[in-house]
Structure formats: structure tokens, C-alpha cells
């Protein structure tokens, strides 16, 4: 069975790809550039997502995709879409796409093409299965080390809770439903056992640092133009505030616990990945 992977080069990619090489799976690595995947040990295969009269030539021989979604807001729907549908021309057997938790129901301003993705798989007639992917706990902890700094960390999620999880984690579950059996055509909430707020994240780089690091909610103008005072390109800071508003209004937090589940051990604890991040 010959496993493919879109987005191999990415720090999700990378993940899929060396565990399921340590499983002995025959795997193709999908790169919009392949001497970026050199390393990775695997066969690669030159895969664009803006290229897509070269696709179902990239997919042939391929039983199971991972589609690693689109890091292009405003262009993810195209791109999943012509992933599809080459997929299906090429004969895939199954689909496994990498979503959005809680998209059915989210205000994030990135869920309306997570589940336009989703719809548009489902019509496409090829086995699927859909991973909605917690908030990645790095999104948050990879900003530790400049809250310390900084003396706070700095946001607008309220008291609200989320339940995230490592990429360590989400890796694991995509390659156990990758070759395992009977997940096609399960959509699956992928989240982290315990849920904290900023307040706690915050708590804990003071722990591990012995500084006093509080955390600080700002208004959402407020907090971008901090972000854009610390050279964050205005439009992206304006994104990373707004996510932080759906997240106070519980749009990262689930209590599903399948994700534990199918990795077959608790999934990883915040601080951990924080103190990591600091380390």
C-alpha cells in the first residue's frame, strides 16, 4: 500500500512522514518543492497546489492521501478542490483530510472553507475521512520565550477555554487512521484532554521561567496593534487577534476525546509543550 502525503515539507508533513516511515509504510512525500523533502528519505513527488494539470500524474499508484490542508487563506477551497479531484481521476482509495475542529459550528474566520472542503469531499464520491485538528498548543507556546520578555503575554481570549493539542499528537492520529481500518467515512473531533485558558498558559511559562509572567487581555484592536508594533504584518495581526476573540467565545474548545483515543495515550499536556518551547 503506497501512502502519500501533501504538505511533507511542513513541520505537520515532516511528523506523517518519519512515523510512518518507522511503521515500514511505503511513502511518497508530496512537495510544491522537492529539494526541500530531499531529507526525508522518502520518494518525492513534485505536487503544487496551484498546479493542477499535474496532480493526477503525482497521485498515480497512490491507495491512501493525506491532504494536509492549504496554508493559503482565501485559496484553501480551490486547492483542496483540485486535490480531489485529481485524487478521484487518479483511482485514491481513500482520502484523509486534515480540517478544522468545531467547523460546523465555529465563528473563526477560517472555518467557511475548512467546511466547504469538507462538503466538497463528501459529494466527490471517493472514501474519506475527516480530521478535525485542534488548534496546534505550539500556536500559543511558540510565543513564550517573547512573553517573558515582554514581561506578559498578551491577548484576547478571555476566559476562554482550548483545547489544543502538538503536532506530535495530530501526526500520530493521521498515520493511525492512515493505516488502520474502518475509518472511511468518519469525521473525527480531534482534540486535547485538558483544556486551559491563556491565564493558565501564562502561569505556566512563570513556572518555568521563576518570572512573574501574567497574562494580559487586551481588546481585539488593541492587541493587534500590539502584534503590528512587533513587526507582524498588519493584515496577519489582525487574523491572530480575531482567532484569539472566537477562542474566548469557545470556538477552540471540545470535550471529544477521540483523539486521545486513537493515538492510545493521553494526548500531550500544555505545559509540557510550553516548557519545551522554552527549553
Partial sequence: MKIAVTGAT???GR???EKLKQADATVIAL???PQQANDLGVEVRAFDYDQPAHMEEALAGVDRLLLISSNEIGKRLQHHESVIH???????????FTSLVNVDHSTLNLAGEYLASEKSLKAAGIPYTILRNAWYTENYAASATNAVAAGAFIGSAGDGKISSASREDLAEAAVAVLLGADHEGKVYELAGDQAYTLADLAAAISEFTGK?????NLPEAAYKSALVSHHVPEDFAGLIASWDVSASKGDLYSEDKTLSKLIG???TAMKDTVKAALS
Fill in 10 to 12: 511542513g513541520q505537520l
Fill in 15 to 17: 511528523l506523517v512522514v
Fill in 31 to 33: 512537495a510544491r518543492n
Fill in 86 to 96: 485529481a485524487a478521484k481521476k487518479a483511482g485514491v482509495s481513500q482520502l484523509v
Fill in 212 to 216: 512573574d509572567v501574567p497574562y494580559r
Fill in 265 to 267: 495515550r493521553p494526548t
